[in-house]
């Protein structure tokens, strides 16, 4: 049974307009939520991440919000650019357990268009 | 910065070998990972350890073995390659506590 589930497989937007990646959860228990970037041939790189006590977090052109009773968070990305096209994983632990590995979803291909 | 490094990028082997995938870390981190990433499934965890010498089973570790006799490095052995087992293999680690993973560039491997 998946635990996190991003129901989008891909994503189009227009540079300059606003992405939004959508990830759901079914773990009541997760308290802690990340964002990873993909590209071809390379590593997952880290993002964006956001805690249970929180509903909002922001970084530069990312902003992550958490939704707790609807177990639903999800990444905006403003204004959008050719750049940013790659696979985004969303993923969750319960960090109050030691040694608990995240647990992803399946990505969605974002892809930028100038 | 963060080092997670991967000692091949790309790897072909047969079925029926045995295949060792090296992971190391350069930052000190207690927490080590093993997915796997295929498309429409995203990353699947095949194996972590929290500590050395410790190793927890993840979603996936059938047909697969882990070592952590050194704390910054994680291997991951294939016990005897299936061609089920082609996959894009990704090390992370991560620093106890809420913290991000960190991931290595993959190893691609190929079983013929």
């Known amino acids: 049974d998946q635990q996190v589930k991003q129901n989008s497989p891909s994503l189009s937007v227009q540079e300059g307009r606003i992405s939004i990646l959508n990830c759901d959860y079914t773990?009541?228990?997760?308290?802690?939520f990340l964002w990873y970037k993909k590209y071809p041939a390379e590593g997952p790189t880290f993002l964006i991440s956001?805690?249970?006590?929180?509903d909002k977090n922001e970084d530069g052109r990312f902003t992550v919000f958490l939704n707790k009773s609807a177990k639903h968070l999800s990444l905006h990305i403003v204004p959008s650019q050719p750049g940013d096209s790659a696979v985004y994983f969303c993923?969750?632990?319960?960090?109050?357990?030691?040694?608990?590995?995240?647990?992803f979803g399946k990505g969605t291909t974002l892809s930028v268009s100038s | 910065d963060v080092k997670v490094t991967q000692s091949s990028r790309y790897l072909v082997k047969r079925t029926g070998e045995k295949v060792f995938l090296e992971c190391v870390q350069d930052?000190?981190?207690?927490?080590m990972f093993w997915y796997r990433q295929d498309p429409g499934l995203g990353l699947r965890l095949i194996y972590f350890?929290?500590?050395?010498?410790?190793?927890e089973k993840g979603d996936i570790p059938e047909g697969y073995s882990v070592s952590r006799e050194k704390k910054e490095r994680f291997s991951l052995i294939l016990e005897s390659a299936s061609t089920n087992q082609t996959s894009m293999y990704l090390c992370?680690?991560?620093?106890?506590?809420?913290?991000?993973?960190?991931f290595g560039d993959g190893t691609r491997l190929s079983i013929l």
């Open positions: 992370a680690s991560r620093v106890a506590g809420n913290q991000p993973q960190h």
């Open positions: 773990n009541s228990m997760f308290d802690y």
């Open positions: 956001i805690s249970s006590i929180k």
């Open positions: 993923a969750a632990r319960t960090s109050n357990q030691a040694g608990t590995a995240l647990i």
């Open positions: 930052m000190d981190h207690e927490n």
């Open positions: 350890s929290y500590d050395v010498k410790m190793k």
